[in-house]
């Protein structure tokens, strides 16, 4: 059966993305509460968005097992500014069952 998750998806972030015109709405609109919530709402779906870029939006997931998240460390996520670098890659195959943190 198909999904079309993908297409409310990019609704809703069309909808993020218009700057509200009332000085009100725009300064609620800059906290980004609403990007935050596609983000909670998103981990949950069986359409994970991994990368996008639009006008003010700029999602590039990476997956951790929380495992790995413990204890966190504050230094290692204030020094990573570039999301096409980073600490740890997914790795699949190579004789192991499913993805493990490289």
Not at 29 to 53: G, P, S
Request: aromatic share 10%.
């Amino acid at each position: 059966m198909s999904s079309y998750e993908h297409k409310e998806l990019l609704e809703r972030l069309s909808q993020l993305d218009k700057v509200p015109e009332n000085s009100a709405e725009y300064a609620a609109w800059i906290k980004a509460d609403e990007h935050l919530a596609l983000l909670r709402d998103n981990a949950e779906q069986n359409e994970l968005i991994v990368y996008t870029v639009s006008d003010y939006t700029f999602i590039h997931t990476v997956v951790v097992s929380e495992n790995s998240l413990s204890p966190l460390d504050q230094d290692d996520l204030l020094r990573w500014s570039d999301p096409s670098k980073s600490f740890a890659s997914y790795a699949y195959g190579g004789g192991e069952e499913g993805v493990c943190l490289d």
